[in-house]
């Protein structure tokens, strides 16, 4: 018996017009994204639909990506698309959690958006990412370790390709480190602060404070957080999980060996591009892989599943 598992990308997947035709074809999409711009009083259809310069900064990006993310959500719902298990990069974990429908709507986009302000406001100046490639992950943590100043490992994306963060000169150091020791590329990334990493505490901090105002679901299907790498499956653990989320690296490459391993052999990933899909064919790739960015890839999905 076949296991789906939808996945939902982070932020650097987001491009202007993304989700347009979902807009312009599905009411159950368009609703979405009027529910997001009533939620956070933003104009979203500008957003995400016209040029502007507010779509790459991280306030904004978020809720941005949610609400596509959600509207290709609910109009693959409606299609009858079903997953036994959800799972998200980052940003994208509030995809998953509207998956599992763990909370209302309003709330998860109202969460988000105050998500992406206390990121942007907490290290504005003075931190930075970098992708490093080819280089085992261990060897990373133990050269970020021993580098001068506040630098870690922020994700664990697939074989191959790690992404530190924390204070820019840290970061610097260890990159220069890295390449020294062997690594094939260390590309620093276009963010505007130094995400998962212990700087940005005092983000989720506020952001638990928020959640205490929330109604929080027993999930209605589990979801894998990027924290632990393990399946909730219960409302208790989540607001804490959500709260470390902000600081602690995602464990995205165990995530997907733990749904592997509990039988998943099909992943959609579900809103922008195709990053995750990229990844999953490094982690493992004797899994089926599809996403739905489109209003034609849910035919191609339905046609395959």
């Not at 840290?170 to 212990?198: D, M, N, T, W, Y």
Request: aromatic share 6%; proline share 3%.
């Amino acid at each position: 018996m076949s296991k789906v598992a939808f996945m939902f990308p982070g932020q650097g997947a987001q491009y202007v017009g993304m989700g347009k035709d979902f807009y312009d074809t599905y009411d159950e999409a368009k609703a979405v994204y009027q529910l997001a711009g009533e939620a956070t009083g933003l104009d979203m259809e500008s957003l995400c639909f016209t040029e502007n310069d507010k779509l790459n900064v991280t306030e904004y990006t978020q809720i941005a990506m949610l609400a596509t993310e959600v509207a290709i959500l609910k109009v693959v719902e409606a299609k009858g698309i079903k997953a036994d298990v959800c799972a998200g990069l980052s940003l994208g974990e509030y995809g998953a959690l509207a998956a599992a429908k763990v909370m209302e709507l309003k709330d998860l986009f109202r969460l988000i958006r105050m998500r992406g302000l206390l990121m942007q406001e907490a290290y504005p100046v003075g931190g930075a990412m970098t992708a490093v490639l080819g280089m085992d992950a261990d060897k990373i943590k133990e050269i970020c370790d021993n580098t001068e100043g506040i630098v870690t490992i922020a994700n664990y994306n697939c074989p191959g390709q790690i992404v530190i963060t924390g204070e820019e000169e840290a970061v610097g150091k260890a990159a220069q480190a890295l390449s020294e020791a062997g690594a094939k590329r260390c590309i620093p990334l276009k963010v505007s602060g130094p995400f998962h990493s212990a700087l940005l505490e005092g983000a989720g901090s506020k952001l638990g404070e928020e959640l205490e105002k929330v109604t929080i679901q027993k999930p209605q299907i589990p979801y894998v957080c990027n924290v632990d790498a393990t399946y909730v499956t219960e409302a208790d653990r989540i607001k804490e999980l959500l709260e470390k989320q902000v600081s602690s690296s995602v464990c995205w490459q165990q995530s997907v060996e733990n749904m592997i391993a509990d039988g998943v052999d099909t992943f959609i990933e579900i809103g922008p591009g195709k990053t995750l899909t990229g990844f999953m064919r490094k982690i493992n790739k004797d899994v089926k892989v599809m996403n739905i960015e489109n209003i034609n890839d849910i035919e191609k999905v339905m046609e395959a599943i």
